[in-house]
């Protein structure tokens, strides 16, 4: 058994659980494929044995990769959203926030988790994750009284997406910014200038 040194069994296993989780999250960070178990417990400075007494396979192990993750992701999201100045703004800084996890590697999880392990599962798994995730994108649609904000949001997310694939061809990311301001730049400015209007018409 091996040596415990937190102050109980409990609090052993989920330092050691979140160190077999950050070290699956560096060596897919560093190479952009799933790491097999071997190498994740390396990594982790664990026995490959005692990596299976927290996860049964290396899917299980992604898949607890993009749980623990996703939140952390929509976190920043939400945050450079509500940094933002204006509600037109939040949408850029939703793109943006997008695109700079991407490249940082953040979306090398469910790149890498994807082509592991494909299947109705992690499509299920990847729809309600991409429904969280545009949540805060719809309600700004919302507040910025746009008629169909559902519709509207999946199309930023297309040109969040299309920025995506840029970065994965090796565009560098300032780039993929200036597209972004590009098309959607137009977009913010006029709901900018609306919503300014507005304010000073309900202020008389």
Do not use: C, K
Request: charged share 20%.
């Amino acid at each position: 058994m091996p040596r415990i040194s937190a102050a109980t069994v409990a609090e052993h296993r989920a330092a050691q659980q979140r160190a077999l989780l950050n070290a699956a999250h560096e060596l897919l960070q560093e190479t952009s494929e799933a790491p097999t178990m071997a190498e994740v417990a390396a990594r982790a400075g664990l026995s490959r044995p005692s990596v299976y007494q927290y996860f049964t396979s290396r899917q299980d192990l992604l898949q607890a990769l993009v749980r623990d993750v996703f939140p952390r992701w929509t976190e920043r999201v939400t945050g450079a959203m509500a940094a933002a100045p204006t509600d037109a703004d939040r949408v850029m800084a939703y793109a943006i926030a997008n695109v700079d996890l991407v490249a940082e590697g953040a979306h090398a999880v469910g790149s890498a988790l994807a082509t592991l392990a494909p299947g109705a599962e992690l499509d299920e798994q990847a729809r309600l994750m991409h429904r969280q995730l545009q949540e805060p994108l719809i309600q700004t649609l919302i507040d910025l009284n746009i008629a169909d904000p559902v519709s509207l949001a999946e199309m930023i997310n297309s040109v969040v997406h299309a920025g995506t694939r840029l970065l994965e061809s090796g565009q560098p990311l300032e780039q993929v910014h200036t597209h972004l301001h590009l098309l959607l730049g137009p977009f913010v400015t006029e709901r900018r200038v609306e919503g300014s209007r507005r304010t000073n018409l309900t202020s008389r």
